[in-house]
């Protein structure tokens, strides 16, 4: 299954993901993960050194910096025939122009990346109420947020809007204003059926029959 979560900060990618990779280590299928592409990112972000670099570079650095990372990881998707990314390009469109490099002129639309993916990419939406990811923001902040809270209803349409206009052929949308972590990945193994491959459907039955 090739996965890749977009949706604004607080609506439970990297806990999807996470919970992903845990229900696939228990029947035997290991995810490629990558949850790294916010600045600064979950990997720079465990080196002081590294995050405050990261954190200084100027706007153009970061812009050429985002593009080849994306670039990269268009390559993965093509290498892994399990790998679940976390916003991506997408969310490079939205939150790249935003927070990353105000007012530089893109040198190359990230979207443009859809072209050149494996077409059993599933594009997965969470979105969630402004209100409850205000809440979440407060109750459970994010050591390096990106979003401010002023911004989130206008980064939900955002991401709403791009989801709409994306030219993948499988594509789902997920609320997760009512959700626990658990209801999550149960609301995603069952909405997703409709849009695996014959592979993964073929595992997904063999785990109901309770033969993985």
Not at 32 to 37: C, G, N, Q, S
Not at 42 to 66: G, H, N, W, Y
Request: charged content about 25%; some cysteine; glycine content about 4%.
């Amino acid at each position: 299954m090739r996965l890749i979560v977009i949706g604004c900060e607080h609506t439970g990618k990297t806990t999807l993901v996470n919970s992903l990779m845990d229900w696939g280590h228990q029947h035997g299928l290991h995810h490629h993960l990558d949850d790294h592409f916010t600045i600064p990112d979950c990997q720079t972000s465990k080196d002081i050194v590294d995050r405050e670099a990261m954190m200084a570079l100027p706007p153009s650095l970061k812009e050429r910096f985002q593009r080849f990372q994306n670039a990269y990881h268009v390559k993965l998707t093509h290498r892994y025939e399990h790998i679940l990314l976390t916003g991506f390009f997408v969310e490079e469109v939205i939150y790249g122009p935003r927070y990353y490099y105000p007012g530089l002129r893109l040198i190359e639309n990230p979207r443009r990346a859809e072209k050149e993916l494996p077409e059993d990419c599933i594009l997965v939406h969470l979105k969630a109420d402004p209100d409850v990811i205000t809440a979440r923001m407060k109750s459970d902040p994010h050591e390096y947020p990106v979003v401010p809270a002023s911004d989130v209803p206008e980064v939900l349409d955002a991401f709403a809007a791009e989801y709409r206009a994306s030219w993948f052929h499988e594509k789902m949308e997920i609320d997760t204003s009512n959700l626990s972590n658990a209801q999550l990945l149960d609301t995603f193994l069952k909405a997703s059926i409709p849009h695996l491959t014959e592979k993964d459907l073929a595992f997904r039955l063999a785990l109901d029959k309770g033969l993985c």
